[in-house]
């Protein structure tokens, strides 16, 4: 940009000189150079902007008309550096997370995509990288405004921990290990065959129903909820009975309730055009579901005294039971899967509230409660939860003074599933697929020597004893779909492996081969549109993994984004969201579990509409009784307790001689129309300005309209009929 640009109107120093005279001699020239950082979104009618970097570090907005190419840079648009643009494609997102990319994972034709992709803003804009240091840089050529400017791409600026090229049979040193470069893996030193998930009891029977699953998997048991609610209506005074059916319609409520838009009011007796009124009054009232999760929150009279002591007391219980219940019915198979859940959860914490919140941004719920799950991989069914207490109380965890806090939590999730076979004479050889927040070397070595099991993860930031540079440097030297694999010369059978795929995955092993398996299908769409899937090659332990890996995301989609139950019940209450979201994992494994074993789901797929089919029918076996039994609080003994006869009420003129004034409002009578029916009358039933209050059916006090409709209530309640 030419130096009178910035010499504003006239103003001088106290020379007398202006910003462009003064900057000519001062030995600068006349011009200033910079380099474009940022682009701004061009609008109509307005003219294009620039945000520039000038040689001093500081920036400036400009526009176009004023932003000029240096002279001597016309010929950059023929260097050798200028890369033709290439054809951006739709790709489908990996199990790894691209903030995570090392700064090599990179290709050459990823360039052009990556400045116009990775570095737009949140309003639209282009975010040019820039750096002063040319050396640190990847020299790139972006055109703006018919102008080919140079914008580089960061380079990691520590030197030491830039890896070299591995060759064949070269050996590199990574923390207290070396690792030497082979050709592959081909004969996998785990010999045991792989097996599936089996259940321990006779669960699924020819007389097995889906209701029977849910229950086995409960949490609880429907005595001790009812015990529960008994113990705590007797310290309120509440006198009522309280049965078993109680129990059922309440868990029945808690799943129908999630097939409702949010904030629907689901003891509503009005019609809302074609869509009939839910009416859950029928199944069980307000006051009594209300008090049942506010009792099931309390806990028994034992667990809350502990509460000070340890603040998640009326929690235990569930989560133990939820432990239980799997460890009895599930025996699980060869290969096992941990991961994070989250329970969503944004009212108050801390004193009063719940103990301990986390805030996991990349979740698509990241504020609430997390736990550490663990799902088997034949059903996918979670068979493992610990809910995160805080740092200071999971400090205080089994195997955390030995192995550190992630080691520790690994090792713990194991050690409790009872899948340890170290002293096993013919031991199963269980394998532990997990992301890179489990994935170490320090968690390899752990597992095998404790629990006697095998591992595979991908290596991220728990970098340390692994030689993750020298593999992404490697990589960053060969094609997508090829491999590097590096062997620890001083452990027995681990192994570490690089895979490129765009940017690279490095994984550390106890087992597999690395012949090759399976590709990887990756999604693409040409400049027509049309879609097209793209293999790329990678070894056989890769494919394994990123098989496995899954099970819990598919669990959580399943229960916060198809079931809601947090969407649906809102609650001030932490302990009831724990136990609602307990209770939707329950559903979850039993739905998993029978569209695997049961005929009737054996066949279908793990689609939205066959799960809502699975809970709907767990709904209408749940509470099995019988639909003239039931009916409203009170209504067992008169059905029209609630029916009033009472006036409409009024609306105001909006338009015409009458605007302004309240007339009242009127409907037809339901029984008059039947009456004329049953003459065969011509003609409307006369209009009335009454009806009946609960069923917001129009009946006028002419005749005995009112009596019919008392009776058809009496009728119908007793036939299990809705009027």
Known sequence: MHATQFDGEGETDELGLTFSEKWLRDGNGEWCYGKISFVFVKKSRQPQKYRILYHDGTFMESLEKNVQMAPGNEDRSDSDDTRDEVPMTVDDREDEDDDARHPYDQDDDELMADVM???????????LQSDEDEDDREADVVTVGGVQYPVGKKRKKDEQRIGTEIAMGETVTAGEYTWTRIEGVTEDTR?????????KTNLFNEQATEVDVFRALMPLSRTTLLNIVRDNADEDGDGRPWLPWHIDATLAIVFGGAQFKEGTDLWSTKRVGMLPAPDFGRQLSRDRFQRVLRY???GLPTERQKIKENPWAQIDPWVKGFNAAREREIKPGSCVTPDESMFEWKGKSGFGGLPHQSYIKRKPEPLGTEGKTACEGTFGICIYFEIQKGKLRMARAK??????????????LCDAMKLSEVDQVSPLARCVFADS???????????????GLHFTGP???ASANFPLDHLRYTLSKMSRGQHVVLKCNELENVWAIGWHDHHFKCYVTTHGVTTPGKPAPKRRQNLQGINFTKEVPRPDIIAKYQSEMGFVDRHNNFRQGTLKLAKTWKTKRW????????????????????????PKYRDLDDSDSIFWQFVC??????????????????????????????????YKVLTGAYKGTLKSKQARCKYCALRRKDKREKGNSPPTCFCCSFHDIAVCKKYNCWQMHLTEVERNAKDGFAI
């Open 437 to 451: 927040w489990f994935a170490s070397v320090k968690t390899v070595l752990a597992l095998r020597e404790t629990m």
């Open 399 to 412: 195997w955390v003074g030995r192995y550190g806090a992630t080691t520790g939590c690994t090792v713990r």
């Open 191 to 199: 010999k045991e065959p792989h097996f599936e998930t089996s259940f």
């Open 117 to 127: 992709l990775r570095d737009t803003t949140d309003d639209g804009n282009v975010e």
């Open 296 to 298: 099931w929150a309390r």
């Open 617 to 650: 029918a767990v709904i209408g076996q749940i509470d099995s009784r019988p639909a003239s039994d039931r009916c409203r609080e009170g209504e067992d003994e008169n059905p029209t307790l609630h029916c009033k006869h009472v006036s409409m009420g009024t």
């Open 575 to 598: 302990q009831t969201r724990i136990q609602l979201e307990l209770l939707g994992m329950t559903m979850v494994d039993a739905f998993l579990a029978c569209r695997k074993v049961m």
């Open 459 to 461: 290596i991220k930031t």
